[in-house]
């Protein structure tokens, strides 16, 4: 079974920074990407980021656009999320999606 695995979420200051790890399982299919999602209490997951694992393109929510960059280690079949000045409206929890599966998820919690 496919089930990408998130690791990295932790409690920062607004401002600080913060990189989450995805680690993909199983097979990767040619020309997927992989995707960060986010989800705060009370409200709908939504996109953050996503690379292709071909291409390296990527692609951001225009609400994180300049401040979080996604990257990813092919040999390593891992993804990550750079995640610079943080604000308090990043907390969530964050989940990785590969080809329709989704992580458990991590905490992200941004104090003011």
């Known amino acids: 079974q496919v089930q990408p695995a998130e690791s990295g979420g932790g409690l920062v200051q607004a401002g600080g920074s913060l990189r989450l790890s995805c680690a993909a399982s199983?097979?990767?299919?040619?020309?997927?990407?992989m995707g960060w999602y986010r989800q705060a209490p009370g409200k709908e997951r939504e996109f953050v980021a996503s690379i292709s694992w071909r291409s390296g393109y990527t692609n951001y929510a225009d609400s994180v656009k300049g401040r979080f960059t996604i990257s990813v280690d092919n040999a390593k079949k891992t993804v990550y999320l750079q995640m610079n000045s943080l604000k308090p409206e990043d907390t969530a929890i964050y989940y990785c999606?590969?080809?329709?599966?989704w992580g458990q998820g991590t905490q992200v919690t941004v104090s003011s």
């Open positions: 999606n590969q080809a329709g599966y």
């Open positions: 199983g097979w990767i299919i040619s020309g997927s990407n």
